[in-house]
């Protein structure tokens, strides 16, 4: 959980992003409140990716302003690990999550592992802790993506595709997860195609295809 007072709403004014030559949002204004989760929906292409690169600060966009962001960062989770030459155990990948907080080749402090630990516990995959990261199923590596965001304990919490082909329990899982970062005040965001994960989010936003 966030350790400061959260940030106002996070807003997009007017907002324009391009994938290559490809323009994928076109003019965008939107905005996303603190303390609720907002879902972001639209077909394949639409641009949700991109929004919450943008958003992450991943992706620069060609035109507009958002304002908002916390001066610390966001947790962006996407649906994949960099690739790594390095066997990546469960633990590990979540206490990447930690590496915002020190410099990433300090070991952890404890209340860094103590972070860890509770969101291994929180996605039910602290019994897996100890298994690499290429050995897990869907919703097993969905739920580990998503304790490395919660690990960060950031005021803005982005996720692409939570609950993409998981399980209905992982997808619950998650979407309780989501709920409860934005009861304690976070800018909760997820993109989302699964109808179960949309209906329990507090806000909607549709992209259409620019």
Known sequence: MPTTDPPPAVRLDRV???????????G??????????TALTGPNGSGKSTLLDVVAG???????RITG?????????SQSVPPTTLPLTVRATVAMGRWRHRAWWRPLGRDDRAVV?????????ADLADRPLDELSGGQRQRTLV???LAQRARVL?????????DADSAALVVAA?????????????????????????????????
Do not use: K, N
């Open 16 to 26: 324009t992003a391009l994938r290559g030559e490809r323009t994928v949002l076109d």
């Open 28 to 37: 965008l204004d939107a905005t996303f409140a603190a303390g609720q989760v």
């Open 58 to 64: 991943v992706l620069r966009p060609t035109a507009g």
């Open 69 to 77: 962001l916390p001066s610390d960062g966001v947790a962006h989770v």
């Open 117 to 125: 630990d509770a969101q291994l516990e929180r996605m039910a995959i």
């Open 147 to 149: 304790a490395l965001g």
């Open 158 to 166: 982005l996720v692409d595709e939570p609950t993409a082909g998981v």
């Open 178 to 210: 989501l709920a409860a970062e934005a009861a304690d005040g976070v800018v909760v965001v997820h993109a989302a195609h699964d109808p179960a994960a949309i209906a329990a989010a507090d806000a909607v936003v549709t992209l259409p295809v620019p």
